[in-house]
């Protein structure tokens, strides 16, 4: 039984793909770009493992060296890239060159910089106001009679004094 499992496992391993990243990923990344990250993986668990001060002085110029080497592979690159230039290419080495960045504000008519925006928005969602006009004075009812000072006093007195004053402004407690 354990010939025929070795026999499946082999065959898997020799016909199952080894899993192989776009050609687009990474186009920077060389060999010596894996052997420099090995050697500076190494050398951080080492200083992380032994902790002493000549460790750390290696990890850390291991991990100088290792980033370095890519800013270089990275430079190298694009200069190539920059070569052998086509114009079917140009307009992709321009969104490289000016990365992805989406626009921080969408784009309205009229307003270009974000107080601009600002302001179109607020008059769009909050137009200005009609002034406010005061409600028309009461006119006196000639036909009516004219009131006596107790009908007053008993209204007043029906008011309570925390509520709130009548359009003229004056608080009922006043009057009291």
Known sequence: MSESLNRLVALLKEHT????PSHHSKAWWTPH??????EYHKA??????HDSPH??????????GYFKAIKAAK?????????TATPQSLWPAKRFAHGRAQRRFPSLPGAETPQQMNSVLLEHF???????????RLRPNRSA????????AAALSKCSPKSAPGPDGIPYSTWK
């Open 17 to 20: 793909p080894v899993s192989r």
């Open 33 to 38: 770009l894996s052997i420099l990250r090995r």
């Open 44 to 49: 951080a668990r080492a200083a992380r493992k």
């Open 55 to 64: 460790m750390r002085e290696v990890a850390g110029s291991s991990k100088a």
């Open 75 to 83: 430079s190298k690159h694009w200069s190539s890239f920059l070569l």
């Open 126 to 136: 909050f137009p200005p106001k009609e002034p406010f006009s005061p409600p028309p």
């Open 145 to 152: 009679p004219p009131l006596t000072t107790e009908e007053i």
